[in-house]
């Protein structure tokens, strides 16, 4: 599974940016999918995460600004990030925990936790 992710970018704050993240290989199913960010000198944190029933769960540094959603057809996750702030500034990373894939004799492989590469967000005060 391959993860692309997009969107990033800079913003002043109490402004808007919506990330995308599309999974890409011969996936059968997705588990659960979610967004992490990292600072500069700070540890990797979860911002919110989705399953695929589209259950959702929220950092409390987060909630009420962002929304995390999914389209299954489409094996992409989306993070809307509503009145940013300056200590939203992070790269961003989308994650899928655990994904089943069609082998090249069409067996199913399961495979665990995946991550893109990582969107700049970098919000101005």
């Known amino acids: 599974v391959q993860l692309q992710a997009s969107g990033g970018g800079l913003v002043q704050a109490g402004g808007s940016l919506r990330l995308s993240c599309a999974a890409s290989g011969s996936i059968l199913s997705i588990n659960d999918m979610s967004w992490h960010r990292q600072a500069p000198g700070n540890q990797r944190e979860l911002v919110a995460v989705i399953t695929s029933g589209g259950s959702t769960n929220y950092a409390d540094s987060v909630k009420g600004r962002f929304t995390i959603s999914r389209d299954n057809a489409k094996n992409t996750v989306y993070l809307q990030m509503n009145s940013l702030r300056p200590e939203d500034t992070a790269v961003y990373y989308c994650?899928?925990?655990?994904?089943?894939?069609?082998?090249?004799?069409?067996?199913?492989?399961?495979?665990?936790?995946?991550w893109g590469k990582g969107t700049q967000v970098t919000v101005s005060s």
């Open positions: 994650n899928v925990d655990r994904a089943v894939v069609r082998g090249s004799g069409g067996e199913p492989l399961y495979g665990m936790d995946f």
